[in-house]
């Protein structure tokens, strides 16, 4: 890890960089002044990391509701895909389900 960074480990096919498109190791998250921003690290080059910015980090309630727009999104787009594409994005949409359950469970936990 890298920095005050929060490491997100996520399972290895989910790990594809949407900046550069390799697999990325981890998500960090910096702050930047009184701003969160997210980056994909790639490991290091030396003593140099790899990240990749991936913008800011919104508030938590522009997460859930942009959450819940792409959720809404991929139904409409799935509606007529074949039932393999279908089978795929469920077997992945219950694997997210079961990380934002474990997130939801940390969170709610008393420190
Ligand atoms: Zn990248």
Redesign the pocket.
């Given at each position: 890890m890298t920095g005050d960074g929060i490491g997100q480990e996520t399972p290895e096919e989910t790990r594809v960089?949407p900046?550069?498109g390799?697999v990325?190791r981890s998500i960090e998250v910096k702050r930047i002044g009184d701003r969160y921003y997210i980056y994909?690290y790639?490991g290091k080059k030396g003593k140099v990391p790899q990240l990749?910015s991936l913008g800011p980090l919104e508030s938590p309630d522009k997460v859930i509701s942009d959450i819940r727009i792409k959720l809404a999104a991929l139904q409409v787009t799935l509606g007529d895909a074949p039932v393999d594409d279908r089978l795929a994005v469920a077997s992945e949409l219950s694997k997210l389900a079961g990380e934002i359950y474990q997130l939801a469970f940390n969170l709610a936990k008393p420190k």
């Open positions: 960089c900046r550069c390799s990325y994909a790639h990749c």
